[in-house]
């Protein structure tokens, strides 16, 4: 994989913290390398405070062509974009960026698609299901869009924080044709069940939704990659559901950068 690394080698972020878990720099390094491309991805820590000095240094570093945005920045990163998607303009976040033409950086949100075909993918019944998301904020935001263009039939919606749920509901009203709602973090009716959070990430975490309330018909799907099977997705996989879990989605989401970055898609 560094068998080209050298003053032509172009390079591409990945901003986030924590950073550990990233799984992206070794297969976007790769997946360049499979098209051509002398391109390496790496990981980089970055504090929420300090995302101001890091994009004025990555913005004047000439052969950083791309940058990976994780969490906690994909909202404040959205402001260092002169141009950026739809769906990134919608969300005022991105997961995303890559340089114009003129040295300017374009954003793009990529999470919702690439969770919902993951979902899919495994056997999910996205159209015309009755879902409960709980998370609203950017990663749960883009899912929440993505089902809705998916075609759920009912959007329920859960945060801790409620402001988080109001706001993504109003920014929904244009979509949602009144299939999205606020709830509780009850799955009761629904197909499907989706965690947009951070929890599983640490030791001891509660569960994102009770594991009595999970039962064996639902479709259960989690945001959160490496880290092994999540203690909720094992609670629905001793209920008896089919699950996707965050691994699946980031080689899902693999293909979307690599066209993102290469301005295919």
């Given at each position: 994989?560094?068998?080209k690394?050298?003053g ?17 720099p070794?297969?976007?390094?790769s ?5 051509g ?19 004025r ?7 950083v ?12 990163a959205?402001?260092?974009?002169a ?8 969300l ?20 919702g698609l ?9 056997g999910?019944?996205v159209?015309g ?16 869009i ?8 009912e ?6 924080d ?5 706001r ?7 979509l ?11 799955p009761?009716?629904?197909?499907l ?12 975490d509660?569960?994102?939704?009770s594991?009595?309330l ?5 479709f ?14 094992q ?31």
């Amino acid at each position: 994989m560094l068998e080209k690394l050298d003053g032509a080698t172009r390079l591409l972020p990945i901003i986030g913290d924590p950073i550990k878990f990233v799984k992206s720099p070794q297969c976007l390094t790769s997946g360049f390398a499979a098209r051509g491309h002398n391109c390496l991805c790496m990981p980089m820590q970055v504090a929420k405070s300090d995302l101001e000095p890091i994009m004025r240094a990555l913005t004047l570093t000439a052969n950083v062509d791309g940058l990976l945005v994780t969490m906690p920045h994909k909202f404040t990163a959205f402001a260092y974009c002169a141009t950026s998607s739809a769906m990134a303009r919608l969300l005022g976040g991105v997961s995303v960026m890559r340089r114009n033409a003129d040295g300017t950086w374009h954003g793009g949100m990529l999470d919702g698609l690439a969770f919902v075909k993951a979902q899919i993918d495994q056997g999910a019944r996205v159209k015309g299901g009755r879902a409960l998301l709980v998370g609203a904020g950017a990663a749960g935001s883009a899912i929440a869009i993505a089902l809705l263009d998916a075609g759920v039939r009912e959007l329920m919606i859960h945060d801790v924080d409620e402001s988080r749920v109001t706001r993504l509901i109003e920014l929904l009203a244009g979509l949602g044709r009144d299939r999205v709602s606020a709830s509780p973090a009850d799955p009761a009716g629904c197909e499907l069940v989706f965690n947009a959070t951070p929890m599983g990430m640490g030791e001891g975490d509660p569960l994102p939704v009770s594991a009595d309330l999970i039962e064996s018909w639902m479709f259960v799907g989690d945001v959160i990659a490496r880290h092994g099977v999540t203690p909720f997705l094992q609670a629905a996989q001793v209920a008896g559901c089919k699950t996707a879990n965050g691994v699946q989605m980031v080689d899902t989401v693999q293909e979307m950068m690599l066209d993102f970055m290469l301005a295919n898609g």
